[in-house]
Every structure is written in structure tokens, then in C-alpha cells.
């Protein structure tokens, strides 16, 4: 399996693995906005052979100080249980650490998020409409966020999924 950037050629194999893998198009154009608006920071994907079986993606957020949102992420239902999505995760996180970032935050299962460090407690201090026990946060330096309270936005695309 090969981890990489994605490039332009496999934007269109992207869009096919995320119709595949939610139940309607929202994550595929979610995508899609944040490439067109320049918010995507980084996109990773999983490649086996020809197929590209898993993607993510780490966006900018408006926050009190550098901070991306994680997600989407998605493998191939028949690819899904093998450390896809965990190693797409943990190369992003790696990346947004070398680069400067102070913190990720992410919507989603705490069972699952939590595995990688995120957690409940870094985020419940901010003010977001995504406030409550699923939004989570990982610093990225240390082991707190440098700012612990503020308004939290993910990037205007995300406004758009229902």
C-alpha cells in the first residue's frame, strides 16, 4: 500500500471513493469546496495496485490560533478494517505537526478519534456550532491547546452539508 499526497489525476477517483463510502454526495462536493476555495491544506491518499482505496483530508479552520479540522475520511467498504484510514490519520496529523500547526479538531466518534489523542475535554471550552460530546481536539505541541476558549469555525464548505 502507498500513502501519498493526492494529486489532480485522482480527483476523480476521490469523488468515486466518497460516493462509495457516504450515503449521498455532501463529503464528495465538501471536497471538492474545499480544493475550489483553497481551504484544503492537506489531502492524503491510500493507493493499492491501480485503486485508490482511502483518502483524507485536513482543512483550515477559523480559530484562535492555527488550527485544522480533520475530515472527511473514507476507504473502500471492501478495503475498510485493514489500518487505512488509521495511517491516512496518523501521516496527517505528522504533517500538520511539521508544518506548524497548533491543533486538529474533529467531528466524530469519540470511541474512534480517541485512539490518536483526541479528545472531548481539549474542545468543550470553545464556542461552535458543532459545541457538544463529539467534537474533539488534539494539540499538536504540547499537550494543551495554546488558547483553551473562543469561537471555533470549520471553513465555509462545510456549512453546506446537511
Known sequence: MDFRDESSGDHKAIRHLLLASFPGPGEADLVERLRGDGDAVTSLV????????????????????????????????????????????????????????AGVFVLGDPDYYQRFGFKCEHAESFE????????????????????RFGRLDYAPAFSALG
Open 46 to 101: 491510500a493507493i493499492e495496485g491501480r485503486v485508490l482505496t482511502g483518502h483524507v483530508m485536513f482543512s483550515k479552520m477559523a480559530a484562535p490560533f492555527r488550527a485544522l479540522g480533520l475530515g472527511p475520511v473514507s476507504v473502500l467498504p471492501d478495503w475498510r478494517r485493514r489500518g487505512i484510514a488509521a495511517t491516512l490519520i496518523q501521516q496527517g496529523i505528522k504533517r500538520a505537526t511539521k508544518d506548524g500547526w
Open 128 to 147: 461552535s456550532p458543532y459545541s457538544g460530546p463529539y467534537l474533539m481536539a488534539l494539540p499538536l505541541n504540547d499537550d494543551r491547546l495554546p488558547i
